[in-house]
Nanobody, 120 residues
């Protein structure tokens, strides 16, 4: 069974830092791209950062220079280091992973979400 479990959310003052983690239980599947999304009530879910299996990263402009995405392929874990947090970063953050079965089929999985609240 495939499962993504997030941790690390919380409440922090503006200018502070948080580190999110996403641990994948993948059975016999392989993990391709992984990403962090965020969503605030009434708005669409937004891609924040993406990392490929080979470590290539991409960020939404609003977090460039402040957030760093990384992954540990040996532990099937992805991280999001968030520095210089702003109130507008407040959202539910979701882990996303593209997995591939041994038969080549590709699947898209989501974590349960973790709340990040930045107070001004």
């Amino acid at each position: 069974q495939v499962q993504l479990v997030e941790s690390g959310g919380g409440v922090v003052q503006a200018g502070g830092s948080l580190r999110l983690s996403c641990a994948a239980s993948r059975n016999t599947f392989s993990i391709n791209d992984m990403a962090w999304y965020r969503q605030v009530p009434g708005k669409q879910r937004e891609l924040v950062a993406l990392i490929t299996a080979g470590g290539i990263t991409n960020y939404v402009d609003s977090v460039k220079g402040r957030f760093t995405i990384s992954r540990d392929n040996a532990d099937d874990t992805m991280y999001l280091q968030m520095n210089s947090l702003k109130p507008e970063d407040t959202a539910v953050y979701y882990c996303n992973a593209q997995l591939q079965s041994p038969f080549g089929r590709r699947f898209n999985y989501w974590g349960q979400g973790t709340q990040v609240t930045v107070s001004s």
